[in-house]
């Protein structure tokens, strides 16, 4: 189940219906369960939002076109481009800047599964379909992530202690050595060179892929570090999530966060900032339980400007363009919620 929740109250669109005992709104029927879903943080040269969900063996590629980008759209209007077959489950997804509808369609995301590889697909949405598939970690991969600039260059972390930066034809072009487990990764959104990476033991580093040398530090002051964002709109933010509490820093300050505040009473488990605004993050509790909550916070405000909750939820992804979230549950349905 795939959720996107905003600060207000849409009707239904296309083959989606209200459901007004419960925080979803809309709903589309999936084949099977939902594990991952990730918007695309970039333009594919129309106005509509590229997602993509996975489940046990496949992944669906559709695009989402919202109000803000069209006035003539009642909400969310959700289509269908293609479901891709996949050996195994998804438990992690990335785009690729090289995604695009205009032109000469194509599309390409890496994927991470339980078998510890990760598998590039790339498809021109007609009869070219290619998949290569990447070996080298040893243990589970928790996050993954395309250069932005280019998306020529793939970096993923892994429970091995490692972080791997990939070319598309699969060859390893660094290998970062890490203390604990890799969470999660991030790049620079125009320094190529430049890395994040956060370990499980509670510490983010910035990497110079150059040199392969750390070249900054940051201390949660706390483990286990559950999950780290770094804000690609102003780049001396960074936030996180450790125990029930969201954490924020100024990487110009302190290796120490400058706000730090409790969230979760279900520990945290997920941080994302909003791509469209800098002071604007989610964050959701740990999945597994009845109910999960999932916050969108404002760091002008003390409380979370929108609550939600959804059952055995996980996974926030918030919208490109604006404060819409997309939150995956392990359900028969996809729900967009506006």
């Given at each position: 189940?795939?959720?996107?929740?905003?600060?207000?109250?849409?009707?239904?669109?296309?083959?989606?219906?209200?459901?007004?005992?419960?925080?979803?709104?809309?709903?589309?029927?999936?084949?099977?369960?939902?594990?991952?879903?990730?918007?695309?943080?970039?333009?594919?040269?129309?106005?509509?939002?590229?997602?993509?969900?996975?489940?046990?063996?496949?992944?669906?590629?559709?695009?989402?076109?919202?109000?803000?980008?069209?006035?003539?759209?009642?909400?969310?209007?959700?289509?269908?481009?293609?479901?891709?077959?996949?050996?195994?489950?998804?438990?992690?997804?990335?785009?690729?800047?090289?995604?695009?509808?205009?032109?000469?369609?194509?599309?390409?995301?890496?994927?991470?599964?339980?078998?510890?590889?990760?598998?590039?697909?790339?498809?021109?949405?007609?009869?070219?379909?290619?998949?290569?598939?990447?070996?080298?970690?040893?243990?589970?991969?928790?996050?993954?992530?395309?250069?932005?600039?280019?998306?020529?260059?793939?970096?993923?972390v892994s429970d091995d202690h490692t972080c791997r930066v990939w070319d598309l034809e699969g060859n390893e072009s660094a290998t970062l050595r890490l203390r604990s487990p890799g969470i999660s990764v991030c790049w620079h959104p125009e320094e190529a060179f430049k890395l994040m990476v956060a370990e499980k033991k509670g510490t983010i580093r910035f990497y110079d892929l150059v040199t392969q040398q750390a070249i900054l530090s940051l201390d949660c002051?706390?483990?286990?570090?559950?999950?780290?964002?770094?804000?690609?709109?102003?780049?001396?933010?960074?936030?996180?999530?450790?125990?029930?509490?969201?954490?924020?820093?100024?990487?110009?300050?302190?290796?120490?966060?400058?706000?730090?505040?409790?969230?979760?009473?279900?520990?945290?488990?997920?941080?994302?900032?909003?791509?469209?605004?800098?002071?604007?993050?989610?964050?959701?509790?740990?999945?597994?339980?009845?109910?999960?909550?999932?916050?969108?916070?404002?760091?002008?405000?003390?409380?979370?400007?929108?609550?939600?909750?959804?059952?055995?939820?996980?996974?926030?992804?918030?919208?490109?363009?604006?404060?819409?979230?997309?939150?995956?549950?392990?359900?028969?349905?996809?729900?967009?919620?506006?």
């Amino acid at each position: 189940m795939c959720e996107i929740i905003e600060n207000k109250v849409l009707k239904p669109v296309c083959r989606m219906q209200e459901d007004s005992s419960r925080t979803p709104s809309y709903t589309v029927t999936c084949e099977d369960y939902v594990h991952v879903v990730e918007f695309s943080p970039f333009s594919c040269g129309t106005p509509a939002s590229l997602l993509a969900y996975g489940g046990n063996q496949y992944v669906v590629v559709g695009t989402c076109l919202f109000q803000e980008e069209d006035m003539e759209i009642e909400g969310v209007e959700f289509n269908v481009l293609r479901a891709f077959h996949h050996e195994l489950r998804v438990d992690a997804l990335a785009w690729s800047p090289e995604s695009r509808l205009d032109r000469i369609p194509t599309i390409r995301f890496c994927t991470a599964a339980a078998d510890r590889k990760l598998r590039l697909l790339t498809s021109d949405l007609q009869d070219r379909h290619e998949v290569k598939v990447m070996e080298g970690h040893t243990s589970y991969i928790n996050h993954l992530v395309f250069e932005p600039t280019e998306g020529k260059q793939i970096a993923s972390v892994s429970d091995d202690h490692t972080c791997r930066v990939w070319d598309l034809e699969g060859n390893e072009s660094a290998t970062l050595r890490l203390r604990s487990p890799g969470i999660s990764v991030c790049w620079h959104p125009e320094e190529a060179f430049k890395l994040m990476v956060a370990e499980k033991k509670g510490t983010i580093r910035f990497y110079d892929l150059v040199t392969q040398q750390a070249i900054l530090s940051l201390d949660c002051g706390q483990s286990p570090l559950m999950s780290a964002d770094w804000c690609l709109t102003n780049t001396i933010k960074v936030g996180a999530v450790a125990g029930n509490d969201w954490l924020i820093w100024d990487i110009t300050r302190s290796s120490y966060p400058q706000e730090k505040r409790p969230a979760h009473i279900d520990k945290a488990r997920l941080f994302k900032w909003s791509r469209a605004n800098q002071n604007l993050f989610a964050t959701t509790g740990c999945p597994g339980k009845i109910c999960s909550q999932l916050f969108i916070h404002h760091l002008g405000h003390p409380q979370p400007v929108t609550i939600g909750s959804a059952t055995v939820g996980s996974g926030p992804q918030l919208a490109p363009h604006a404060p819409p979230l997309c939150h995956r549950q392990r359900q028969e349905t996809l729900l967009l919620d506006d």
